[in-house]
C-alpha cells in the first residue's frame, strides 16, 4: 500500500490502448494520450496568456497529465458507446469516481489524500483551464483518427471520430486558441492532403464553413 502502488500503476497505463475493438495500425496508449494532451494543453494555454487571459498554470496541468488516470480502472470504453445516451456516460462517470474514490481510500497516505481527490476529478469544467482540457482533448482525437486515415485505415468509424472531434473543438471558437487551431494549424493539415485524403478535407470545410455561417 501507499505511493509505491501508485508510481507502479503509471506503468499500467502504457498497457491500457484507446479506441479498442477497432483495427488500427497504431496503437495508443493511455499513457502516451496523456502527455500529448498536456503537450497540447502547454501550447493553448500559452495562446490564451501571450492574448490576456489569465491562465492557472498549475491547475492546467495538473488537469491534463492526471485526466484520464481513472480509466486505470475501467479501460477505454469505446466511444461510440460512451456517447451513445447522456445517462449512460453520467454511469460511466459515476463508476470511474467511485472506484477511483475507494483507490485514493486504500493507497494513498492521509496527508495527500484530499489533494489526489482533487486531482482526480472531472477536469473538463467551465474554467479557463477545463476548457483548455476539452479542447486538447479532442485534438489529440481529430489526430490519432486522422493518422489512421493517412495510413489507409479502411475503418469508417475513424472519419466519424475525426468528425466528431472537429466539430467539438468548433463548439470552442469563442477561444483565442480555438481560432488559432482552426485558422492556422488547421489550415496547414488540410493543405498537405493529397488526392487519396479528399474526403478528410471535404469533412473540414463543410464543418467550417457551417461554423463561419453560425450567427
Sequence with gaps: MGIHKYFQSLSDLEGIYRCPGVFKYQEHSVASHSFKVATIVQFLATVEAENGQSVDWKTVYEKAIN?????????DIKTPVKYALPKLRELFSQVEGS???EYLDKEFPEPFRSEYEARFKEGKDRSLEG???AVADKIDLLYESYGEIQKGNPEPLF???YKEALSSIIQFNDMVSVRYFIDVILKEMIEEEITSHTRIKSITMHLLSSDRHQP
Design 67 to 75: 485526466h484520464d488516470y481513472s480509466e486505470l480502472f475501467t479501460g
Design 99 to 101: 472506484m477511483t474514490q
Design 131 to 133: 476548457r483548455i482540457l
Design 159 to 161: 472519419f466519424q471520430i
